[in-house]
């Protein structure tokens, strides 16, 4: 099993700044790609930037030049860096790990983004 435990979350104004991070614990070995999904209440859940172990990485078009997805191997630590936030990227982020074994989809418990003025 993996866990995943998401922090970073919070309010700020529009056009401001928040890091989010995400640990991942127990059988890390699972895990090669590791991503960050948001979701809006009675929305899917859609995938805002993905990032392998080997750094590649894969930005949704809508916060291309805003977000910047990394991580710290050694850390066992995924980030996303959120920039000029809007009151659209207002919704809970999920951090998310893929088992290469099995397919299986690891989640966070999610973390509130609350962009207001």
């Known amino acids: 099993q993996v866990q995943l435990v998401e922090s970073g979350g919070g309010l700020v104004q529009p056009g401001g700044s928040l890091r989010l991070s995400c640990v991942a614990s127990?059988?890390?070995?699972?895990?090669?790609?590791m991503a960050w999904y948001r979701q809006a209440p009675g929305k899917k859940r859609e995938l805002v930037a993905s990032c392998t172990s080997d750094g590649v990485t894969h930005y949704e078009e809508s916060i291309k030049g805003r977000f910047t997805i990394s991580r710290d191997n050694a850390k066992n630590t995924l980030y996303l860096q959120m920039l000029s936030l809007k009151p659209e990227d207002t919704t809970v982020y999920y951090c998310n790990a893929v088992d290469i074994y099995s397919d299986h989809n690891y989640w966070g418990q999610g973390t509130q983004v609350t962009v207001s003025s």
């Open positions: 127990g059988s890390i070995f699972k895990i090669n790609a």
